[in-house]
C-alpha cells in the first residue's frame, strides 16, 4: 500500500486528505494548496528565484516612472528612437517594447504616439474594438529616463511574433509563397478597415510596421506615431496603396522582380491596388478583401490552413 503524506509546500504544516481532490486552505500559514501532477521542489524553486534576481541585477537597466527595466535585447534604430525588448522588473514583471529618444523632438514625438495609442484603444470598447484593440500597441509608461537625457516609451510587448514582414521578405529573397500573402494581405485590410471607420488613417503602413504571427497567421501593425484622427478618403487609400506595395514585396525576389509563382490575378490585383489611389479609393478595405477573396479562390480552391515554417 503507498501513503500519501499530505503538507504544506509553504510551511510543511500536515494538510487535510480533501487536499487530494481540492484546493485547501493551510491552517497554519494561510496559503492557497491545489494538487497538481506538475510539482516544483521547493529547493528547486528557491534556486530559480535566485537565478532569476541575479539575473535582473545583471546587465544594462535604466529607470522610467518609477519602474525598472533591464533591457535584453535592440530590436533596432528608427527615424526618432532607438528601439529595445526590455523586462519590467519587481513583483510584476513584464516583457515591453522600450523606445528611447532623445529629448527633442523624442518627447513631442513619443506624447503623441501615446496619445494616439491611447485613442485607438478607447474606440467602440463593446463592440468590434474588443478584439481589435488586441491587435493594438498598448502603453505602459511614458517619461524621461531618470539620470539620463533620454525620453522613453514603453509599450506592452507583443508575444509569439516573429518579426516584421521586411524581415520576412528578406528571409524569402526568392518570393514568398502566394498563399501566405492572401492572409497576410487579409490582416492588414482588416485592421485598416476598422480604423477607417472610425476616421482614422495609419500613416505610414510599410513592411517594417508589421509584425508576423507564424504559427497564428497574424499580423500585427505597428508605429502609430503618425497616425492621424478625421482622415479622409485620400489618406486612407494611401493606407491602401502601402498595404499592397508590402504584398508585392513579399511577391517579389530579391531582383525585385515579381516570382514565376505569383497568380496573374494575385499579382495584378497588388499592383493596380499599390498604383491607382482611385481604385482603392473607390473599393475600401473591404471591398479589396472581397476582389482579394475572389483571387483566392481562383487561384487556390477553397481557403486551407497552409502553416507558415520559418
Not at 484546493?23 to 529547493?43: N, Y
Not at 516612472?65 to 526590455?86: C, F, K, N
Request: glycine fraction near 10%; charged fraction near 20%.
Amino acid at each position: 500500500m503507498t501513503l500519501t503524506a499530505l503538507n504544506c509546500p509553504q510551511c510543511s504544516a500536515p494538510l487535510p486528505r480533501v487536499a487530494l481532490w481540492r484546493s485547501v486552505k493551510c491552517s497554519s500559514c494561510g496559503a492557497l494548496i491545489a494538487r497538481s501532477g506538475s510539482l516544483v521542489q521547493r529547493d528547486q524553486f528557491r534556486q530559480a528565484l535566485l537565478r532569476a534576481r541575479q539575473a535582473e541585477a545583471n546587465g544594462a537597466s535604466l529607470t522610467c516612472g518609477g519602474s525598472s527595466y533591464r533591457i535584453l535585447q535592440d530590436l533596432g534604430t528608427g527615424e526618432h528612437s532607438t528601439v529595445h525588448l526590455a523586462r519590467r522588473m519587481g513583483p510584476l514583471p513584464m516583457l515591453v517594447t522600450l523606445k528611447l529618444a532623445s529629448p527633442d523632438p523624442g518627447v513631442a514625438r513619443h506624447t503623441g504616439e501615446a496619445a494616439v495609442v491611447r485613442e485607438l484603444q478607447a474606440m467602440d470598447p463593446s463592440g468590434s474594438g474588443a478584439f481589435y484593440s488586441r491587435l493594438l500597441p498598448e502603453v505602459v509608461g511614458i517619461g524621461m529616463v531618470d539620470g539620463n537625457q533620454r525620453h522613453a516609451l514603453i509599450l506592452r510587448n507583443p508575444t509569439g511574433y516573429w518579426g516584421s514582414l521586411g524581415a520576412l521578405a528578406d528571409h524569402f529573397a526568392g518570393g514568398l509563397d502566394p498563399r501566405h500573402t492572401v492572409w497576410i494581405w487579409r490582416r492588414i485590410l482588416a485592421v485598416l478597415g476598422f480604423i477607417h471607420g472610425h476616421g482614422w488613417a495609419h500613416g505610414d503602413v510599410c513592411p517594417e510596421h508589421a509584425l508576423v504571427h507564424a504559427p497564428s497567421h497574424g499580423v500585427r501593425l505597428i508605429g502609430w506615431g503618425s497616425a492621424r484622427r478625421g482622415s479622409g478618403p485620400d489618406e486612407q487609400a494611401e493606407d491602401l496603396q502601402h498595404s499592397a506595395r508590402i504584398i508585392r514585396v513579399l511577391l517579389s525576389t530579391s531582383g525585385a522582380s515579381l516570382s514565376t509563382e505569383a497568380p496573374q490575378g494575385l499579382a495584378q490585383l497588388a499592383e493596380r491596388a499599390a498604383n491607382d489611389p482611385d481604385f482603392c479609393r473607390a473599393h475600401g478595405a473591404p471591398g479589396l478583401d472581397e476582389l482579394l477573396r475572389n483571387e483566392s479562390r481562383k487561384a487556390f480552391g477553397p481557403p486551407t490552413f497552409v502553416p507558415l515554417t520559418i
